[in-house]
């Protein structure tokens, strides 16, 4: 079935730094690939979205692309903000139960001024 | 505005004292989820829902009911909570079987 592998944390960067954060995947196709991000105290947010192989999703400044060849979704930002502080999720739909969706276990992002 | 809601956000009580957690989506959505977040854990789905009437368990269905009466609301009810059941819950709903989810604010639960 559909799998996904993060990154561990935490990552604590400097303001202006570049960001990374590794996403690999295993999937039956092609499903579509999601970015969510959890600030302090709240819930998921979907942050972008690649819908199929070579997309590239982009939102606030960060960035993925679907990549098939090297199954990865890896999330990037070029210049980090003190409130970009907050834990960000991998996410693709299970591969057999519609409606659920199998989450890395997240990634702890500290941004220092 | 197009959101998901949960009653309440916080919530303190004993064990084996019933309980209900709200969730209600206003976007005409199918599916609908329940998820608890722990440290360490991760988030683990609870039940699920495809439509009226159609519920199924998720990863960690054990000590939880839920029912879906209607399209927009899905609660959660804890019959008997444990201490065990401490955790934050959140609900969730999309259009598609593969689409993206979109999550209520969360609840967090303490069984003393």
């Known amino acids: 079935g559909n799998s996904v592998t993060q990154m561990e944390g935490p990552v604590t960067l400097s303001e202006e730094a570049f960001l990374t954060i590794n996403c690999t995947y295993t999937?039956?196709?092609?499903?579509?690939l999601f970015w969510y991000v959890q600030y302090p105290g709240e819930g998921l947010q979907l942050l972008l979205k690649?819908?199929?192989?070579?997309d590239k999703g982009s939102n606030k400044g960060f960035e993925a692309t679907y990549r098939k060849e090297t199954t990865s979704f890896h999330l990037e930002k070029g210049s980090v903000q003190v409130s970009d502080s907050a834990v960000y999720f991998c996410?693709?739909?299970?591969?057999?139960?519609?409606?659920?969706?199998?989450f890395g276990q997240g990634t702890e992002l500290s941004v220092k001024p | 505005e197009a959101q998901v809601t949960q009653n309440p956000r916080y919530l303190i009580t004993v064990t084996g004292k019933k309980l209900t957690v709200t969730c209600s989506q206003n976007?005409?959505?199918?599916?609908m989820s329940w998820y608890r977040q722990d440290p360490g854990l991760g988030l683990r789905q609870i039940y699920y829902?495809?439509?009226?009437?159609?519920?199924d368990k998720g990863d960690v269905p054990e000590g939880y009911k839920v029912s879906r009466k209607e399209k927009r609301n899905f609660p959660l009810i804890l019959e008997s909570p444990s201490p065990n059941q401490t955790s934050l819950y959140f609900c969730?709903?999309?259009?598609?079987?593969?689409?993206?989810?979109?999550f209520g604010p969360g609840t967090r639960l303490t069984v003393t």
């Open positions: 969730a709903s999309s259009l598609f079987r593969e689409g993206e989810q979109y």
């Open positions: 996410a693709l739909p299970h591969s057999n139960q519609g409606g659920k969706l199998i």
């Open positions: 999937a039956t196709g092609y499903p579509s």
């Open positions: 690649a819908t199929k192989a070579d």
């Open positions: 976007m005409n959505h199918e599916y």
């Open positions: 829902s495809m439509n009226v009437e159609v519920t």
